[in-house]
């Protein structure tokens, strides 16, 4: 079974500075999908981000970048300029390739806490 | 983008009766839907995987008889807690995918989540 580790339950940082979260996994299959969500008070699952582990390129969206490194089995979030709105619990999220078989495996999740 | 709709977004009900949540795709056939719990400041975990026209899979630890899922259409996914508990408050998650061939495949999309009490 894959498993999904966030060793950071809780990060903080200033307003417009940048911010990496941590992320590691473990699993046998050689591909598979990664994801960011984000979770602001509302509980709503946002997606930030994702990557295809079949592709060596790091995903970005706007702000939003992703370092992935496949052999070390990590997938760190790196989040440029952070604003106001960035605070929420983010979740790493593991899924299999397998069609029919798209549930998602979440690390406990990083608490964001934005300083103005 | 695929949307995904759920229903009631917050229900309080008593002890021993049930609650039925719904999850609808709005703009696309979802053959697999899947129910995720949350409890206060944790993570999502799955807790079944909801296949239309065929029974639930559950993961291991959750009750059939209390979480019965109904996947009767391709847009359309129910949970109804059955004669719920104090214990079965929690926060109720609901997720699909767009087929492989559309444009938003391989991303699940999340319900907005029902907050179920029981006093």
């Known amino acids: 079974a894959q498993t999904v580790t966030q060793s950071q339950p809780e990060m903080s940082v200033q307003e417009a500075e940048t911010v990496t979260l941590s992320c590691t996994y473990d699993?046998?299959?050689?591909?598979?999908?990664l994801f960011w969500y984000k979770q602001p008070p509302s509980r709503q699952m946002i997606l930030v981000i994702r990557?295809?582990?079949?592709?060596?390129q790091n995903a970005t969206e706007n702000r939003f970048s992703v370092n992935f490194q496949k052999a070390a089995k990590s997938f760190s979030l790196k989040i440029s300029d952070s604003q106001l709105g960035d605070a929420a619990m983010y979740f790493c999220?593991?899924?299999?390739?397998?069609?029919?078989?798209?549930?998602?495996?979440f690390g406990t999740g990083t608490r964001l806490t934005i300083i103005p | 983008g695929a949307v995904v709709s759920q229903h009631p977004s917050w229900v309080i009900c008593k002890s021993g009766t049930s609650v039925k949540i719904e999850c609808r795709s709005l703009?696309?056939?979802?053959?697999?839907m899947f129910w995720y719990r949350q409890f206060p400041k944790q993570s999502l975990m799955l807790m079944a995987t909801?296949?239309?026209?065929?029974?639930?899979?559950?993961e291991q630890g959750v009750e059939k008889d209390k979480f019965l899922i109904n996947h009767a259409s391709l847009t359309l996914s129910t949970l109804t807690v059955t004669s719920a508990h104090p214990e079965d408050s929690s926060f109720y998650i609901c997720?699909?995918?767009?087929?492989?061939?559309?444009?938003?495949?391989?991303?699940?999309?999340f319900g907005a989540g029902s907050r179920l009490t029981v006093l």
């Open positions: 997720s699909a995918s767009p087929p492989p061939t559309s444009s938003g495949a391989n991303v699940l999309t």
């Open positions: 699993t046998s299959e050689s591909d598979y999908y």
């Open positions: 999220a593991y899924r299999s390739p397998i069609f029919g078989n798209e549930k998602l495996t």
């Open positions: 909801s296949n239309e026209g065929s029974k639930a899979t559950y």
């Open positions: 990557q295809e582990a079949y592709k060596q």
């Open positions: 703009d696309f056939q979802a053959t697999t």
